[in-house]
């Protein structure tokens, strides 16, 4: 089964598409990787999904990527007196730490770590940001602030501090032993809510090791200050735009998703854009047009993939939303401009053999009018560096390694198969002539780039490139 597109569609599994039947739909309409949103759902619920898509696997012939999403940390007022309060601009309102303390007009915040971190002049977002408030005074236990934008605060409203670096892991209890759970599934990435500097993915790499992918997830703007660091630790990213437009100015989100997708191109490192991509699909079959833009949008700027949420976690239409999503991006990626847009900003890469050995692989083919590159990769690397040239043909991954093939599930124009590793240059040109015509890539008379690492099976040894007969 093949996709006739190069990016990667990841959905987002909830109550409106956790049946094995609504699972193989999906599938079917495009979805390439599951999201798993550990925010929501029992263990026993994930563990029941998880089954699923195996059999899924199993039955199809085809690996399918799982992501396991952590909650994080979530920053929360507390229980709000009589509900709601009611805030003006210019009004002056107390958060409390203790909220026992907290007469009627304060608001429990209990958090310490935010009493310890803020200062005057700091803004405190709630509510997704429909609320602001700026730090005027701090005191034992209280923070005094004025409300620059008002609103009513209700009951444990998350609570954003965009300025502000907390003295806090992302890492909570519950998120180690879902954490821990998840690991004991088998699910083959990770990602990680609260990324604010390096140090919390080495946190993160040290439980999770290499049995699963770690995807650092951008959202805090504090992040965004180490990003070269963070992508380089990372074995993913994910461009959260919905909890980073928070806090960011709007404005800034869009520049801010080109950069980020750039940069994990240029580190070769897969990256998806996410949130609200066709919300209005939750309640309506179509999406907006601006909805339409914005996927194509991330097309065009070259990501990996791209990701619905509530559309088909809890919406009424997630098998019409992955297939409107599939569209866009086959539509996207067969227009006039798509090549050249995607080609605009040369990249900057590095000169070592593997990388010129897989660009040169991408060259060669169009050069020749190739089908297809077969790729053969024993980590995921080599297929990696090949797609970073975004190159118009396709790309055949083939690895020995299970994990590996479903991880290739998020690598932009990777179609991936598992095969028996080869031993010899000879196996390698057959098994590579045979499995492009299996897959319905190449016919008999077609010539077509094999690119691998010799020795055979050494992760990162991309060194060799030929052309062959189908």
């Not at 940001?129 to 209280?142: A, F, P, Q, W």
């Not at 990213?237 to 437009?245: C, E, I």
């Not at 006039?336 to 060669?364: F, G, M, Q, W």
């Amino acid at each position: 089964m093949r996709r006739h597109r190069r990016a990667k569609i990841v959905a987002t599994i909830g109550p409106a598409s956790a049946s094995p039947v609504m699972l193989k739909r999906l599938f079917l309409a495009g979805a390439d990787t599951f999201r798993l949103n550990f925010s929501h759902g029992t263990h026993e619920d994930h563990a029941r999904v998880h089954r699923a898509i195996r059999q899924l696997e199993t039955d199809i012939g085809r690996p399918i990527g799982i992501l396991q999403d952590l909650q994080g940390p979530k920053i929360r007022v507390g229980v709000v007196h009589d509900g709601a309060h009611s805030l003006r601009v210019g009004d002056t309102l107390r958060f409390v730490l203790d909220p026992l303390q907290a007469a009627p007009g304060m608001i429990p915040l209990p958090h310490p770590e935010i009493f310890q971190a803020v200062a005057p002049g700091d803004d405190l977002l709630i509510d997704d940001g429909r609320i602001r408030v700026r730090v005027r005074r701090l005191s034992d236990g209280v923070i005094e602030a004025e409300a620059m934008v008002g609103g009513v605060i209700t009951n444990r409203k998350g609570v954003n501090l965009p300025g502000t670096m907390l003295d806090l892991s992302p890492l909570t209890k519950k998120d180690r032993e879902d954490l821990a759970f998840g690991l004991e599934l088998g699910v083959d990435w990770v990602a990680l809510s609260f990324v604010q500097k390096p140090g919390d993915l080495i946190e993160a790499r040290g439980l999770i090791g290499d049995r699963a992918g770690l995807v650092a997830k951008i959202e805090k703007p504090q992040a965004l200050q180490h990003i070269d660091d963070i992508i380089r630790l990372s074995d993913a990213v994910m461009v959260a735009r919905g909890d980073l437009g928070v806090e960011i100015p709007h404005e800034d989100v869009p520049g801010r998703q080109k950069e980020l997708v750039r940069a994990c191109r240029l580190a070769v490192k897969p990256v998806i854009v996410a949130t609200q991509m066709l919300e209005s699909m939750i309640s309506a079959p179509t999406p907006t047009r601006a909805e339409a833009s914005d996927v194509a949008t991330a097309i065009y700027d070259g990501a990996d993939a791209v990701m619905l949420s509530g559309e088909s976690a809890t919406g009424q239409y997630p098998v019409e939303a992955i297939e409107m999503m599939d569209r866009i991006i086959r539509s996207t990626e067969s227009h006039k401009l798509y090549r050249s847009i995607v080609e605009a900003a040369p990249l900057n890469e590095e000169t070592t053999p593997p990388h010129a050995i897989a660009a040169a692989a991408a060259d060669l083919a169009t050069c020749i009018g190739a089908p297809v590159i077969v790729a053969f990769t024993s980590s995921g690397t080599t297929a990696a560096r090949v797609a970073r040239k975004r190159p118009a043909t396709p790309i055949l991954a083939i690895t020995p390694d299970e994990a590996v093939s479903r991880r290739l599930c998020l690598t932009w124009g990777a179609h991936s198969v598992r095969s028996e590793d080869v031993h010899s240059y000879e196996e390698m040109v057959a098994r590579a002539a045979k499995l492009a015509r299996d897959e319905d890539f190449a016919r008999p008379t077609d010539q077509i780039v094999v690119v691998a690492g010799i020795p055979f099976g050494q992760a990162g040894s991309t060194n060799n490139i030929r052309v062959i007969q189908a």
